[in-house]
């Protein structure tokens, strides 16, 4: 095939105000109506997972009033962990931003294949509704964490949540890796092939590069996944045994597996499991790069370091799996080459670090909300890492592993970090999309809410998981040794209720301001992106007209001597400031 | 004043990386079939990494030269790789404009293709007769059927998969609906069963 029959059509493609219902709102192929579609389910599911957090907490500041049994304990910690991970966090990064911002961002007019998009889609819809009837199953959802460890995974006679409710799960779940594989695909040769013209690699906003490496790391991780829960499946519905051994004994009678091997499951799980966490951050980083930047009136400093950097930790991600498994039984050695590639991890982490605070350093910041929610990341990303060198040190893991400090590691730098930077970026690029800016005094209140919520429920968490207390005990109070945990677990759950009711102000604003906000111009922000130079909202085909042409990197703000404090993408020469004192401010 | 900040040195304008066309020259299609082979080559190299897993771990193993008819293995074999020769030579006959050329040489690819599984099934009744299960068989540890029958399957279907792609194709070359280039791609996925083959064969046969 010939370089020509990749360019895209020169002009937007016809519009078609009268589109039927279903064509534009069910099965739409265009790109923003399907991130939109991909925004508001993942936000439910957002609903349903922290709805699992807050009567997990509830139980366990009270553990004596047996809000939840046992089994019903380990249920909600399992569908609290799938949901957010895979049904929120991972799809609303991918599906969600990725859909909506790639093409604009790179002037393309929609995916390479608009129609695998939705298709795409209507894979994710499945697995939503497979996981949410899991709960309404003999046995409720499975229950043995959202890591589904082998054996208890494999026989469904090993606990209550281990019945049909893991076929369930292991069948929504493969519709969440299907969906997302044909989702990289689709970004990853959006991404080669469809920049327009000038938009080089190395002017792509650190958004896409994140989104780019991230749909990398999607295609290599997600089919070790789709592999072993294809067999785990197997083990289960067809008498196969890939992860049981022989003889044991599941609730008093034998199991008639023989032959497989537990770790096998891990090693497959992890080495899919620790991309897994990067595919849930890279993209993060790269929305909170473009936003500090933005919000500073800087260029983002250091953009090639950060470029490599992302890269580098795309790359060291398939390189680190052993580091969840070092009380699994790994031969030393390979728990010290495990220790060494995780440790290098945090090199790359810190510049990336360095240079958020670099760009903010000097720079004349505007306090928006999204720019609270970007600093925001960078603290808890820089909380939750300093917790992760202590957690990759193997013989200070084998003492901290499975305790609360690990809950608090993970959900400071991934989970934390990466609703921060979906929340920024929703307030950041929502008038793009929907054309009116959310109310600024109801985000402030919401992120400072959050923001409190953030560190009053998990950062607690460490002193109690130093002091031993496992991360997934049922009742602490049977235990004297933890008898001290018990006021810091009604801390943590106070501190969690808030951050829970925090969400109110989110959802009211966002729904309030769709209707009545303020009506925002094309480029609210002043901001440099592609993304801004169409109209509010896009068109379908996303420009009138003729695609733009791109003349310099996202970048460009306070140009010495310019006139605008922003020079857009699309601007060949810099307007020079006429007269003293214009220099600065928007237009 | 006006070269400020505009990154000179990435204003090579006319480097394949610099937007507005295809770094590498392909399109889409042929773009995403790379890459979808790419994330299914790790799939099955998620499966072959059970199996070594499995069978390093097991104390035993059966002798397979007992068991299986590696003769008929090697017919199999034999016949895969050659079909990716016609293959080949049918994207090579439509670049030329030889359409009928062209189904012809499809239609003895999926044949090959079909014959291949039709070989890969009477291997698994020759196995299911002699009492081999999915959990147990006569020759040793269960590791080894199971293993044998979902990544045999796995790869059958990928097989049976691309005879029905390439009928499809077959039928667009004729009805001049498709050109070589949408052909190639259907070869791409061709030659990548093959390749799968070359690492399962050795797996579970040979070594």
Not at chain 2, 22 to 47: E, H, N, Q, R
């Amino acid at each position: 095939m010939d370089a020509v029959a990749v360019r895209q059509p020169e002009m937007a493609p016809e519009l078609h105000p009268r589109e039927s219902f279903i064509r534009h709102y069910i099965f739409s192929i265009d790109h923003k109506m399907i991130g939109k579609q991909y925004f508001l389910t993942t936000m439910f599911m957002a609903l349903v997972g922290g709805a699992m957090a807050m009567l997990m907490r509830t139980h366990l500041a009270w553990p004596d009033n047996g809000v939840l049994n046992p089994e019903q304990y380990l249920q909600a910690v399992t569908m609290h962990g799938t949901i957010m991970i895979f049904f929120f966090l991972t799809v609303m990064l991918t599906g969600g931003l990725g859909n909506l911002l790639i093409p604009l961002m790179i002037g393309a007019r929609d995916m390479a294949f608009p129609f695998l998009n939705m298709i795409s889609y209507w894979t994710f819809v499945p697995g939503v509704i497979t996981i949410l009837l899991s709960y309404f199953v003999p046995g409720g959802p499975a229950g043995n964490g959202w890591t589904a460890y082998a054996p208890l995974s494999a026989i469904p006679a090993a606990e209550g949540g281990a019945g049909l409710g893991q076929t369930l799960w292991i069948i929504a779940i493969l519709f969440v890796v299907i969906s997302s594989l044909f989702g990289s695909l689709n970004f990853l040769t959006t991404v080669l092939n469809l920049r327009t013209q000038g938009m080089s690699m190395g002017r792509l906003p650190l958004t896409i590069w994140g989104a780019f490496v991230t749909a990398v790391l999607a295609l290599l991780s997600f089919p070790v996944l789709m592999a072993a829960l294809g067999l785990l499946l197997l083990d289960r519905l067809a008498g196969t045994s890939f992860f049981e051994a022989a003889n044991l004994i599941v609730g008093g009678a034998a199991s008639p597996h023989q032959g497989g091997d537990a770790l096998l499951w891990q090693h497959l799980f992890w080495f899919f499991g620790h991309p897994e966490v990067y595919i849930l951050i890279l993209t993060p980083m790269g929305v909170v790069s473009d936003i500090i930047s933005t919000f500073s009136r800087k260029p983002i400093f250091g953009y090639k370091a950060m470029v490599l950097s992302l890269s580098a930790i795309g790359f060291l991600s398939f390189l680190v799996w052993g580091h969840h498994m070092f009380v699994s039984g790994m031969h030393p050695l390979l728990g010290a080459a495990f220790m060494g590639s995780t440790i290098i991890i945090a090199v790359p982490s810190a510049i990336k670090t360095f240079n958020w605070c670099t760009t903010l350093w000097h720079g004349r910041i505007h306090f928006t909300t999204a720019m609270l929610f970007a600093i925001g990341f960078v603290s808890v990303f820089v909380t939750g890492g300093l917790s992760g060198i202590f957690l990759a040190i193997a013989p200070v893991d084998l003492y901290l592993h499975d305790t609360y400090f690990i809950v608090a590691h993970f959900h400071f730098v991934m989970a934390s970090a990466s609703l921060f930077a979906i929340l920024a970026g929703t307030y950041y690029w929502f008038p793009k999309f929907f054309g009116r800016t959310m109310n600024e005094t109801l985000g402030k209140i919401h992120f400072a809410l959050t923001f409190l919520g953030i560190y009053g429920t998990f950062y607690p968490m460490h002193f109690i998981g130093i002091h031993s207390n496992d991360r997934r005990l049922y009742q602490t109070t049977a235990y004297p040794f933890l008898s001290h945990a018990g006021p810091v677990d009604v801390f943590v759950s106070l501190s969690a209720f808030l951050l829970g009711f925090a969400q109110l102000f989110f959802i009211v604003n966002f729904l309030w301001s769709l209707k009545y906000g303020p009506v925002a111009g094309d480029n609210p922000w002043h901001a440099n992106g592609l993304e801004w130079t169409t109209t509010t909202p896009p068109p379908h085909g996303n420009w009138e007209g003729a695609l733009p042409t791109v003349y310099r990197w996202p970048y460009d703000y306070s140009v010495p001597g310019a006139q605008n404090d922003y020079v857009p993408q699309t601007v060949q020469a810099i307007p020079l400031a006429a007269a003293a004192g214009a220099a600065g401010g928007g237009t | 004043m006006a070269a400020v900040g505009t990154h000179e040195a990435e204003q090579t304008a006319a480097s394949r990386w610099a937007g507005g066309r295809s770094p590498f020259d392909v399109g889409w299609g042929k773009l995403m079939m790379w890459l979808f082979l790419m994330s299914d080559a790790i799939t099955f190299s998620g499966m072959l990494v059970g199996l070594w897993t499995l069978r390093l771990g097991s104390p035993t193993w059966p002798d397979r030269a007992h068991i299986m008819n590696i003769r008929l293995v090697g017919v199999m074999t034999a016949i895969l790789i050659c079909s990716s020769t016609t293959m080949a030579l049918s994207v090579y006959e439509t670049r030329r404009g030889a359409r009928r050329h062209a189904v012809w040489f499809l239609t003895a690819t999926i044949l090959a293709g079909f014959a291949f599984a039709a070989l890969q099934a009477t291997e698994w009744t020759h196995f299911i007769l002699d009492g081999a299960r999915l959990n147990t068989n006569p020759w040793g540890v269960p590791a080894f059927s199971f293993t044998f029958f979902i990544i045999t399957g796995y790869h059958g279907l990928h097989v049976v998969g691309g005879c029905v792609y390439l009928w499809a194709m077959a039928h667009r070359i004729a009805k001049g609906l498709s050109r070589a280039g949408g052909l190639e791609v259907a070869g791409l996925y061709w030659g990548f069963v093959d390749l799968v083959w070359v690492f399962i064969w050795p797996s579970i046969y040979l070594l």
